[in-house]
């Protein structure tokens, strides 16, 4: 019979947390936990865009500012139940303004306060994005 010391040293775990891309801006990595993996985007947006394929531009409820919509004239419309002025999204879900073959914006140097502040996995609040979740769209209809 083996002795416990002797499994314990064979035994090689699995790391907790994996780089998959560094930036001078910071990085993105996978993090394991006893709920699953979550992937972190650790630095700054467009550096991110090639591993996230822009999913924040399909999260539902991108508000607008009145001050903002009349200086910038955004595609947006005034949602009832919301009672907000909210981007305008096209049949995919995805924001108008989302370049969908290079997944980029085209209004980014100009783009609302709400995507200016939001990041999607910094701050003590955000844990990142679960592997096997799926991100819910908004849609016009």
């Known amino acids: 019979m083996k002795s416990l010391m002797s499994a314990k040293t064979k035994f090689n775990p699995i790391p907790r947390k994996t780089v998959i891309a560094e930036f001078p801006s910071g990085e993105i990595r996978i ?19 090639p591993y996230c394929r822009a999913q924040c531009c ?60 939001f990041h999607c996995t910094r701050g003590p609040d955000m844990r990142g994005f679960k592997l096997s979740n799926k991100v819910h769209r908004q849609s016009n209809d």
């Open 31 to 49: 993090e394991d936990g006893s709920d699953g993996a979550w992937i972190l985007f650790d630095c700054d947006c467009l550096d991110a865009l």
């Open 58 to 117: 399909g999260l539902r409820g991108t508000y607008v500012h009145q001050e903002e919509q009349d200086y910038a004239n955004y595609e947006s419309y005034f949602d009832q139940n919301a009672q907000l002025l909210l981007l305008k999204r096209d049949a995919d879900g995805m924001c108008y303004a989302l370049n969908r073959e290079t997944k980029t914006c085209e209004i980014y140097n100009n783009r609302p306060q709400v995507c200016r502040d």
